[in-house]
């Protein structure tokens, strides 16, 4: 939402928060001058019952423009869920399932696994390639499953 937007209507609802006890001050100050109620009648409702409306309506102001901001607030955290969401329907889709004996692997930054090791299991940023592609790229077979067990290494 935009900044001017919102101090816009808080700004608004302060000036007619002000204005509606300004009219009520007057009509109060107005109808506490004469003793007469059918002469305090007209103060009471020209400025009191306008004043009451002043004051509403700056509180709606307010509210209306709280709730926006925070509709706001929560359409950017949505956004971001679902952009964080998307990424990882993203990664898991371009992981296929394999197995050692497909001649799949998976690599990190440093070192390549078995698909079934316990190290990497569930980790989002690892790339499935052959275990050529991986001695190839100068990665290290993970000295915890030892893919080199069940894949041959070229050379």
Known sequence: MEPKRTKLGNQL??????A??????VGWNGAASYDLSTRQFPYL????IAGLC????????FIVQSQRAERSRL??????????????????GRV???TAEDGLVLAGSTAFHRPDCHLVHDHPRLRTMTSEMAVEEGL???RTCDPETTIRLPG
Do not use: D, H, K, Y
């Open 13 to 18: 609802g302060v000036l007619f928060c002000l």
């Open 20 to 25: 509606g006890f300004v009219l009520v001050w």
């Open 45 to 48: 409702i020209s400025g009191g």
């Open 54 to 61: 002043f004051v509403n309506i700056g509180i709606g102001l």
């Open 75 to 92: 359409e950017q955290n949505m956004a971001g869920l679902t952009r964080i969401l998307e990424t990882l329907v993203e990664v898991q």
């Open 96 to 98: 296929p399932v394999g």
């Open 140 to 142: 290290n077979p993970c």
